[in-house]
């Protein structure tokens, strides 16, 4: 039960590695065999990397999306078009695949409706096993009062538009000898949410390591929170905020945990 990641695209970029970034994210999962393409990032920056690093992205089992925004599904037209992944099963929470606009700027997914005719679309509000040791979390309940649903602009449902609760936002997590590994995309449903959760669905106190975005963009009191909430994780836990951390709260994080940098090309083993 080891897992391999690694990170197909990250904003991100390390010194003398010459892998491209964007601000998105896409991260390739191996475990119990199977192949798992966690995001697809913004353009075609995580086919560039997945080349470059030797990946074969036509030859995937699983097609996992943590939430419907563009930086994490834009991709999927680029990958439809390059390799013959129609036949894959594509996981994602039902409310995945509506559009979705900030202010007026159009932040939702490339498909809509219309997602079962390009995809093997599989949507699951429940948690999904992938394998005898990876699940989709599907959708996560609050159980943190630090970490409220917030809505982020407004999504267009049957009934009409409506704030964006993101109640599509999921995440990975990975049984491994050390404890789970929990892989995310934004965590806009609350990194904390998440990690309870992920105990939860698998029966599992231990955390072996986190990775992904945690959302904490401003210096508010939720960041102190979730320093707080990290360490009772204990320091064998492996943590890689990425993505949606800003510079100063990672500062902040690292005045009490310790982690180090990452960026598009990173190999993570768990
Ligand atoms: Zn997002
Ligand atoms: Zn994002």
């Not at 904390?192 to 990775?211: T, Y």
Request: net charge negative; aromatic share 10%; hydrophobic share 35%.
């Amino acid at each position: 039960m080891s897992m391999k990641l690694t990170v197909l695209c990250d904003n991100n970029t390390l010194i003398d590695q010459y892998y491209l970034g964007e601000p998105a994210v896409s991260y390739y999962l191996e475990m119990d065999g199977a192949r798992i393409l966690f995001d697809t990032g913004y353009s075609d920056v995580f086919l560039k990397n997945a080349e470059m690093l030797g990946i074969d992205l036509g030859n995937l089992s699983h097609i996992v999306l943590s939430h419907s925004h563009n930086d994490h599904t834009n991709g999927l037209p680029l990958l439809r078009q390059r390799f013959d992944v129609e036949n894959v099963p594509l996981i994602a929470h039902p409310l995945c695949f509506y559009p979705r606009w900030y202010e007026n700027t159009y932040i939702g997914p490339p498909y809509t409706a219309d997602i079962g005719t390009h995809f093997n679309y599989q949507p699951t509000r429940e948690p999904r096993w992938l394998t005898e040791n990876c699940v989709f979390l599907g959708e996560i309940p609050v159980t943190h009062d630090f970490e409220p649903r917030r809505p982020i602009g407004v999504v267009e449902l049957e009934g009409g538009r409506q704030p964006d609760m993101m109640l599509d936002d999921s995440a990975l997590a990975c049984r491994t000898e050390q404890g789970l590994f929990i892989v995310t995309g934004c965590s806009h449903s609350g990194i904390c949410n998440i990690i309870s959760h992920a105990r939860h669905v698998c029966g599992e106190k231990r955390i072996a390591g986190v990775i992904g975005g945690f959302h904490l963009l401003q210096d508010t009191p939720q960041v102190d929170d979730t320093i707080v909430f990290f360490k009772t994780l204990g320091p064998a836990c492996r943590l890689y905020p990425c993505h949606c951390v800003s510079l100063h709260n990672k500062a902040k994080m690292l005045r009490h945990l310790s982690f180090p940098e990452i960026g598009s090309g990173t190999v993570i083993e768990a």
